[in-house]
């Protein structure tokens, strides 16, 4: 009988935004003094690793953060959640009793994240 490999799930996002939102959980767990050695295990709230991400797309893609994650298939804080769910069924995030999809909807508009609050470092550009 010849060998199967079995099928790899379908990933309703780009492969990118997985990889993308576990360094932004690494990113929130650094920024809230959380490790894998703390009580909590390294856990973070919803809003917390929300700030990982709005953090990290915009040091990593400035004034682009949300054309990147639109192509990736992310429109909003609640297309994080649906990632950080999926990892969880997958195996690759955990989650407490107390965590909940509906914590990573409408949490900060896209829009005012990643535009209207970015704001564009020029101290090195004008050092003397």
Request: charged share 25%; aromatic share 12%; proline share 3%.
């Amino acid at each position: 009988m010849p060998l199967t490999k079995s099928p790899r799930p379908k990933l309703k996002y780009h492969p990118h935004a997985y990889h993308f939102v576990t360094d932004a959980l690494s990113e929130a767990q650094v920024a809230y003094g959380r490790d894998h050695q703390s009580e909590t295990g390294g856990h973070i709230s919803a809003r917390e690793l929300l700030d990982g991400v709005r953090t990290l797309g915009q040091r990593r893609f400035g004034m682009m953060a949300k054309t990147v994650f639109r192509c990736w298939g992310i429109l909003s804080t609640a297309d994080i959640g649906g990632i950080v769910f999926e990892m969880i069924e997958l195996g690759t995030m955990k989650k407490t009793d107390n965590d909940q999809y509906n914590d990573f909807v409408e949490v900060f508009s896209f829009d005012d994240a990643f535009g209207t609050e970015y704001a564009i470092d020029v101290s090195k550009a004008f050092k003397s």
